[in-house]
């Protein structure tokens, strides 16, 4: 399974930006995305399931962000809005084949992943 994100970039606070995550190889059961801001570790900010057909969201970002699927599953996108300084963090997508959903905000159980992309909300 081999993932790759892109999309990132500068944007000012309150304004949008589009992440893509490209997943080829074998169907896994959920793709997350994960971010690190600097000196803090790195938290879940969403996920979307194939085991169960549900989107998962940090409490931080819903409301805010939107996970979703085109191309038979083979990209996976993180839609942003009303985007905040806090916001700022280098973004990853990552793959599951765990099918128990209530390991999908924990990044330990996903075992492969693709390298981040920068976001930074900044005035």
């Known amino acids: 399974v081999q993932l790759q994100a892109s999309g990132g970039g500068l944007v000012q606070p309150g304004n949008s930006l589009v992440l893509s995550c490209a997943v080829s190889g074998r169907r896994m059961y959920a793709i997350g995305w994960f971010r690190q801001a600097p000196g803090k570790e790195r938290e879940f900010v969403a996920a979307?399931?194939?085991?169960?057909?549900?989107?998962y969201y940090s409490n931080s970002v819903t409301g805010r962000f939107t996970i979703s699927t085109e191309n038979g599953k083979s990209s996976v996108y993180l839609r942003m809005i009303a985007l905040k300084p806090e916001d700022t963090a280098v973004y990853s997508c990552a793959a599951t084949n765990e099918y128990n959903s209530v390991y999908y905000t924990d990044q330990k159980y996903y075992a492969y992943w693709g390298q981040g992309t920068q976001v930074t909300v900044s005035s």
């Open positions: 979307t399931a194939w085991s169960d057909g549900r989107s």
